[in-house]
């Protein structure tokens, strides 16, 4: 019997270890790759994810495994998407989501384009997420372990895709994985989750945004809702839709950040009830199965640790889709992604886009 | 020990050869029986002493110098480091300029960077598209201030071989102070040595490279010249290098490298015929492939080869997968593969850099494993130009 062929995406965490044991336990003829994302020797070696002691781990872990495995460099292609992206995002006052444009761009598809050349029939991830087939058409939904569901960061994933992705870990809880990866020995059993953006060193965000986003570290006036000026911001890329810490403004009742105008270099700030949005657009959308109807009811998810909140859909077009939530929500950020799943199945991810325009609840219908 | 090493072609030299059987039963009977340590006064230090200056005097003479002259290191990098490091600061009252190429070693260049991060002038001079060297060039760097000029004997990624006789006079008539230093650890076993034939007062040698262990190497340091220790303790070998002899592994160094010197025409002939075959056989049945570095002025067995609009790291996994064992540019620390600074320096362009690959074949190469390449050549590069 031939063996079906995985490569194992390993980030050297415990999520993709114990990913690429079970396919090995599976039958699977599985082989591990661990991308090169970052240019240079010593760059990032503080940072959470993908590093030269990364390296070692998944080397570690996939000679335990004994399953061949490399580390491929796509550190230029990773600079001319993902952090090319970022930039520009934190340029023009949205916040990005580079877990997201890794996905999108690298993991399932450069990396994808990489893995067929190289004869695999699957790409496996430690996501914790699902894929189910009813016959030749694919499901994602989202991973048993609801506190570490990622189905969130993989709305980009249409039947093609589907149909080539394996998510592993996706039937576990966290606590099974990394008893599982204890069991098996695996040198990453007790290593703590990554929260942080990989490229950036220690999770510093204003020290990376100093060195590499200029153009939005310079200060600029922070106004109210009115138009009066309350203070001053310290550079757009510092800030967040809906934060409210740091902003060095003190004006005897809470505020937070309502929007962020990179072109003039100016910060709104409101009040909680100001931040109020009743929907959004969202671009660059994909779909699991097919385009949303207009009218179709939806849960609506539009941050990575966020809840879901019901709406509908209020405009489709090719590549675009709008929404509008049932009661208005707080702190949607343009450059976020929005991903909508399915109101009688909540685990059924229906697909999604990246935020480009938000409605606030004052102005919508 | 989980990995099954199926019937794999290897094609690697260049990283590291087998090692000979001789060599294994020199150091057996050494890890067996003399274990003493060679410093002790008493018989079994002698016992030791003995195998060690054997060794001594079979490297020396497999590289035409005098056993005075040979000073045992934990392999090629500490070599070079030991003759830049400890001849730049012996020589810091004469000058602080030091000189280099663009395609040396990470052992020579990174160590030239530091010596330039710490109060020395570094010039690290261009090579020409064919891979060698100019005399002249290097020559017209050479200032009053120079001290030492460092230029490998045989590049490590494209074969090529440096006129070392030629660039020694050329750098002894600008400057007669100034000394040269070379990495040799490709030449020897490869191509015949005679470092006084040569000129040069440092060579640097590795014994995994010519079918000796690996962790042990020499410097060739000729007689006076100056030379500062970087490991201090014992006082050993000299005072230039302390810590205890690596008695086995010196005895299979030097069996290793007596062997090499004796079989090196051979060699050439022998191994420089299989890599004709595999170069042909290569131009022949792919469309848009190079050749990097000149073409006869080389060591027999290393073909280092782009393919136009090919993924580099793909090519090399799918070698792998197909068993075929060869190498291309160099792993950095995580196991990435960068583009050849090799390929770069010789002016190749960045995108082509990424595609290629290098064969080297050696002593136990064989017909077989030219066919097995050639055989699965076509295939893999067709699926690696798709990626690319």
């Known amino acids: 019997m031939i063996k079906r062929k995985a490569v194992v995406a390993?980030?050297?965490?415990?999520?993709?270890?114990?990913a690429a044991a079970l396919l090995v336990e599976q039958g699977y003829d599985v082989t591990g790759i661990m991308l090169k994302l970052w240019r240079g020797e010593a760059a990032n070696v503080d940072s959470g994810c993908c590093n030269v002691g990364a390296a070692s781990d998944a080397r570690r872990v996939a000679d335990t495994l004994g399953i061949p495995f490399y580390v491929l460099n796509f550190a230029e292609r990773f600079e001319q998407t993902v952090i090319d992206n970022f930039h520009a995002d934190y340029a023009s006052g949205r916040t990005p989501n580079p877990c997201v444009r890794c996905n999108q761009w690298i993991k399932f598809d450069a990396l994808l384009e990489r893995a067929t050349a190289l004869g695999a029939d699957v790409l496996a991830t430690g996501h914790y997420a699902r894929v189910r087939s009813d016959g030749g058409r694919y499901r994602l939904l989202r991973g048993v372990d609801h506190n570490k569901d990622q189905s969130y960061v993989l709305w980009m994933l249409d039947q093609a895709k589907l149909a080539r992705a394996l998510f592993p870990v996706g039937d576990m809880a966290k606590s099974e994985t990394r008893r599982m990866a204890a069991q098996l020995g695996l040198r990453t059993a007790n290593k703590p989750d990554s929260q942080e953006i990989c490229f950036v060193r220690n999770g510093d965000l204003p020290a990376y945004v100093d060195e590499h986003i200029p153009a939005s570290n310079r200060p600029g006036p922070m106004v109210s809702t009115k138009g009066e000026q309350v203070g001053e911001h310290r550079g757009i890329a510092r800030y967040t839709i809906g934060q409210r810490k740091g902003l060095g403004i003190s004006l005897g009742m809470p505020v937070f950040v309502r929007s962020i105008d990179a072109e003039t270099n100016t910060i709104v700030v409101g009040r909680r009830e100001e931040l109020a949005c009743?929907?959004?657009?969202?671009?660059?959308?994909?779909?699991?199965?097919?385009?949303?109807?207009?009218?179709r009811e939806v849960l609506i998810q539009y941050r990575s640790h966020g809840?879901?909140?019901?709406?509908?859909?209020?405009?489709?077009?090719?590549?675009?889709?709008?929404?509008?939530?049932?009661?208005?929500?707080?702190?949607?950020?343009?450059?976020q992604s929005g991903a909508f799943y399915d109101v009688n199945r909540p685990e059924q991810l229906l697909g999604g886009g990246v935020i480009s325009s938000t409605v606030a609840a004052t102005t919508c219908v | 020990m989980p990995f099954i090493l199926r019937a794999m072609r290897y094609l690697d030299y260049a990283a590291t050869t087998p090692v000979l059987p001789e060599v294994t039963d020199a150091m057996v009977g050494v890890l067996r029986g003399d274990f003493g340590n060679p410093s002790s006064v008493h018989a079994y230090g002698r016992a030791a002493r003995e195998i060690v200056e054997d060794a001594r005097d079979r490297v020396a003479s497999a590289i035409g110098a005098s056993p005075a002259e040979i000073v045992f290191t934990g392999g090629g990098t500490e070599a070079d480091n030991l003759a830049l490091k400890g001849a730049t600061?012996?020589?810091?009252?004469?000058?602080?300029?030091?000189?280099?190429?663009?395609?040396?070693?990470?052992?020579?260049?990174?160590?030239?960077e530091w010596l330039g991060h710490n109060e020395f002038e570094t010039t690290v001079l261009p090579v020409g598209p064919d891979g060698l060297v100019d005399p002249a060039a290097v020559?017209?760097?050479?200032?009053?201030?120079t001290i030492l000029v460092s230029i490998m004997a045989v590049n490590n990624e494209i074969g090529t071989a440096q006129p070392l006789a030629r660039i020694v006079r050329a750098v002894k008539e600008a400057n007669p102070s100034t000394l040269v230093h070379s990495d040799a650890v490709q030449m020897l076993g490869n191509l015949a040595v005679n470092v006084h034939e040569l000129g040069l007062d440092f060579a640097a040698f590795s014994a995994h490279k010519f079918g000796g262990p690996k962790g042990v190497g020499f410097l060739f340091a000729r007689s006076h010249t100056p030379l500062e220790a970087l490991l201090h303790g014992g006082g050993h070998e000299g005072g230039l290098r302390s810590g205890t002899l690596n008695v086995p592994g010196l005895a299979g160094q030097g069996v290793a490298a007596e062997i090499a010197a004796k079989e090196v025409d051979d060699k050439i002939e022998r191994v420089g015929a299989m890599r004709t075959r595999l170069w042909q056989g290569i131009e022949d049945s792919i469309e848009r492939v190079r050749l990097n570095g000149h073409p006869t002025e080389r060591v027999p067995g290393t073909l280092n080869v782009s393919f136009e609009g090919a993924d580099g790291e793909t090519l090399l996994l799918l070698f792998d997968a197909a068993g075929i064992a060869c190498s291309a540019g160099s792993a950095c620390q995580s196991g990435a593969i960068d583009p050849s600074h090799v390929l770069l320096a010789i002016g190749v362009p960045r995108e082509i850099a990424k595609g290629s690959v290098r064969f080297s074949l050696g002593r136990d190469s064989t017909d077989e494993d030219v066919d097995t390449v050639l055989e699965v050549l076509p295939g893999i590069v067709e699926r690696a130009r798709k990626v690319g």
């Open chain 1, 10 to 18: 390993m980030s050297g965490g415990v999520d993709s270890s114990v």
């Open chain 2, 139 to 145: 020559a017209a760097a050479v200032r009053p201030s």
């Open chain 1, 307 to 335: 809840e879901v909140y019901t709406g509908r859909v209020e405009s489709s077009s090719p590549g675009r889709v709008g929404v509008v939530f049932d009661r208005p929500v707080e702190a949607v950020a343009r450059g």
């Open chain 1, 278 to 295: 009743g929907g959004f657009a969202a671009c660059e959308t994909s779909w699991v199965d097919q385009p949303l109807q207009v009218g």
């Open chain 2, 89 to 112: 600061r012996k020589l810091r009252g004469n000058g602080n300029h030091v000189i280099t190429t663009a395609f040396e070693h990470h052992a020579v260049l990174d160590t030239v």
